[in-house]
C-alpha cells in the first residue's frame, strides 16, 4: 500500500534493537484516514472471504481493526492484556511473547464474544516475530473459530513470524512489508499489484 | 442519543459497585456503525468549535475518538497508561483515578502531539467521577493546548464528574445520560433535541 509506505518512510524512526516507531499517525497519534484508507485495503484483499468477525489485540491493532469491521459489517472484538495469570472459565487466554517490550504477557477474550462457527479475520498493527497474531490463532482454536485470514498493517520480512505463518497455511497479508531498515533507510518488498506499474 | 441508549438498556448489565459493563458493543466487542454515529453526533454536537485534535485515553476512549477525528478530518490521539511514574522530558504526565478499577495511574501524551495553538476536543467513553477527564485537561493546559469542548458516550449523571466540569465552564456533551441505574433497570435523562418528541 503505497500511502503507507510513504508515511513509514517520511515520518517512521527506526530505533536501536530493530524498533520501528510509527507514533505519528498509528500507535500514539493515529491518522484516521489512513486507518479509513486501512480498512478499505483490508476488504479488497479479503473480500472472499466469509468474515463475521475481526480480532485484534489492544491496543495498536484496535484503529486498523475498527475500520476494517466496519467495511465488513461485523463486531471487531479485541483481546486484552492481562496484568496477572488470572485464569477464569468466562475467558480463552493465551500467552504472547511482546518483542517490542521483550517480555511475556497473558491476553484474553471472553467466551461471548468469540464462538464456534465465527469466521475471524485477525487483524495487528505489527508482526515481527509473529508471537501476537499466534496467540490470536490459538484463541480462535480455542473458541472452535474458523481462521479465514490475517491482516496485519506493517511486517518485518527480515522476523520470521510471516514466514512461519504462511508455512501453516494461513492467508496472510501485509500492507507494508520490511525487507531491511536502518537509522537511514527503510525497504518494502514490492506488492504484486505494484509489479505492473 | 436514542439508539446508544436502547443498546445500553438492551445489551448493558449493572454489576455491584454501580459498574455498568457494556462490553458487548463498546469495552470490548465494538460495534462499528454504532461507532461512526458516534462521531457523527459528536461532530454536529461540536462543529461550531475549532477542532485541531481529538485526545483520549486508552482503550476504552479510542474508537469513539477516532471516528469523531475521522469526522473533524484532525488527528486522534490516545493518551498512554504508564505502569510506572517514569517522568520523562518529552512527554507530559498527570495522575488519574479510576472509579472502575479503583486505583490510581499514571497518563502520558509525547509533547510532539499536544501543542500550545492546538483546540483539543476530549472524547471518552465513560464519565463517573470526571477524572479521567480532569487528567486529560490537565495533559491540554500542560501543553499551553485549548479545551474546546469535552465529550462522553455515557455520563453517570448520579456521580459529580460531570456538574464539577461543566461548573468549571467547559462544553460537555454526553451521548447518554444515567440518571439511575440497578441490576433492573437503567433511567436516562432526557436529551434537549427528544423534549419535542
Known sequence: MKKLEQM???KGFVLPGGILKVDSFLNHQIDPDLMKDIGEEFHERFEKEPVTKVLTIETGGIAPALFTALRFS???VFAKKEA???LSSDRYMTEVFSFTK????????SKE???EGDS???IDDFMANGKAVEGMIDLCHQAGAHVSGIGVVIEKEFQD???RIREKGYHLESLACIRTMSD????FRIQKDEDLI
Not at 521483550?102 to 477474550?109: D, E, F, I, R, T
Request: aromatic share 6%; with cysteine; glycine share 10%.
Open 113 to 115: 464474544y468469540l464462538n
Open 102 to 109: 521483550q517480555h511475556l504477557y497473558n491476553v484474553s477474550v
Open 120 to 122: 475471524v479475520l485477525i
Open 74 to 76: 461485523v463486531p471487531c
Open 184 to 187: 537511514s533507510a527503510i525497504s
Open 84 to 86: 496477572g495469570a488470572n
Open 8 to 10: 513509514i518512510t517520511h
Open 161 to 163: 513470524g510471516g514466514r
